[in-house]
């Protein structure tokens, strides 16, 4: 049952500094913390890759700890025989993977025509060009946090500060009349249909936002730099609330369209393509073996949903009582809450390590306006108390902002990760 976990390095160190404080507060020993390995599998592959050696902790704090990942440390899933990232640089000037010659399409289906007056196309010479969505930004930026979460995999696979565009004022430059019920939306897909990776998404979830969720942007930076290639630049679009198969790299073509239902590429591959992100909690730094009588401290990483997060609860039980077969949400497991770590003070990889002014969720001192934060991640902790000899299994929950626990309220997985993840640990006299 042990879920992925899959982490970056740097999400690894800003971990390990937040709850070195932590642990530190509860009168944890250099030598106890030394003993915690994490359990992070660097390798990307499902359960896959060796244990982490142990944390020193007269490292962690010594060097710059991200909780932005750096653009070159996301997890890539992109498709495309070429992946359209690795082509050569006048190859992608010539496709439009530039800044000086991207554009973006914005029509109406011809199959489902939405009633557009102004088309922005290449034949009318009306496309916009990247001059002409930064002319956009001087009076409408966006700003926001967000984790980029694969619907298909167990964790994350960056978290960023995104910036753009409202993907609205574009879409309201077409003068759209009527006939619109949603948009589609593509990039770059090597000039070959099999190729094309596509998404959508209903109008109205353009026209307006809901509440505590920023605006669908066209993207053009990523934690304040150009967004590069392989993070889909030099625009791509981002959904805030979405699993990353919403957020289309290589943007090239926006279409109006009066088609009623969802035409996503990901549908395709049986997956729910209706399900915002899902809150759910993972362990980065655990031991796989303890004395008995000892206390264990345990800390990870909850990814936060649409719901929100409350909290995260712990739980360590012997491993040959297994969760009842009428409890398959291990609703009796003793659970035990565990500590909400504060958000960053600083926030490395940013110009002098500050949040913005107008980014979304935070006040003019770039102090976040709440924390843990909607769609990004939050850090945890917790010292569990010392337990006898013998075999164990430690899990851990989230419950989100309505007061339900991990896996649900929605457990299936072609909605996305949301099994609760377990981990052996040995405990000996
Ligand atoms: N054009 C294009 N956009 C794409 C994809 C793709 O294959 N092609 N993959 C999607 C999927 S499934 C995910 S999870 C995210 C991953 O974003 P990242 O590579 O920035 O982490 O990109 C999305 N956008
Ligand atoms: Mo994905």
């Not at 303890?290 to 800390?299: F, P």
Request: hydrophobic share 35%.
């Amino acid at each position: 049952m042990k879920s992925t976990i899959v982490a970056s390095d740097g999400f690894l160190r800003e971990h390990e500094r937040l709850t070195r404080r932590f642990f530190m507060q509860s009168g944890l020993t250099g030598a106890a913390l030394l003993s915690m390995t994490p359990t992070t599998a660097l390798s990307g592959q499902e359960g896959a890759g060796s244990p982490k050696p142990p944390v020193e902790p007269g490292k962690a704090g010594a060097r710059p700890d991200p909780y932005l990942t750096p653009a070159g440390e996301f997890r890539d899933v992109s498709r495309g025989t070429p992946l359209p990232h690795s082509l050569p640089d006048d190859k992608k000037q010539a496709v439009g993977m530039t800044r000086e010659s991207w554009s973006l399409e914005v029509i109406s289906d011809p199959d489902n025509p939405a009633k557009i007056d102004q088309p922005l196309s290449k034949a009318n010479g009306t496309a916009l060009n990247f001059d002409g969505l930064l002319k956009l930004a001087e009076t409408n930026l966006v700003r926001f946090l967000k984790v980029m979460s694969c619907l298909n995999l167990g964790c994350p696979l960056g978290m960023g500060l995104w910036e753009g565009v409202p993907l609205r004022d574009v879409i309201w430059l077409t003068k759209p009349r009527e006939n619109v019920r949603r948009i589609f939306y593509y990039g770059y897909h090597n000039d070959d249909p099999k190729q094309i990776f596509r998404s959508s998404l209903p109008i109205g979830r353009v026209l307006e936002d809901p509440p505590g969720i920023p605006p669908v942007i066209l993207c053009y930076k990523l934690n304040g730099e150009w967004l590069d290639s392989k993070r889909g630049g030099p625009v791509r679009l981002v959904v805030p609330e979405a699993y990353g198969f919403k957020s289309i790299k290589w943007l090239s073509h926006v279409v109006l369209t009066n088609l009623p239902h969802a035409n996503d590429t990901y549908a395709e591959q049986n997956n729910d393509v209706d399900s915002p992100m899902k809150t759910f909690a993972a362990t980065l730094v655990i031991p796989r073996f303890a004395k008995s009588g000892e206390v264990i401290a345990v800390s990870g990483y909850a990814q936060v949903g649409v719901s929100g997060l409350s909290n995260v609860q712990v739980s360590i039980s012997p491993s040959d009582a297994e969760p009842a077969e009428d409890d398959p949400w291990m609703t009796k497991l003793p659970w035990i809450d565990a500590e909400m770590l504060p958000a960053p003070d600083t926030w490395h990889g940013l110009n002098e390590g500050r949040m913005p002014a107008d980014t979304f969720g935070f006040d003019a001192a770039g102090t976040p306006q709440s924390w843990p934060m909607l769609l990004t991640n939050a850090h945890w902790a917790i010292v569990l108390p010392g337990v006898p000899a013998g075999e164990y299994t430690i899990r851990c929950r989230s419950i989100d902002r309505n007061g339900i626990a991990q896996p649900l309220p929605r457990p299936f997985r072609k909605s996305g990760h949301s099994a609760i993840e377990a981990v052996g640990i040995s405990v000996a006299d």
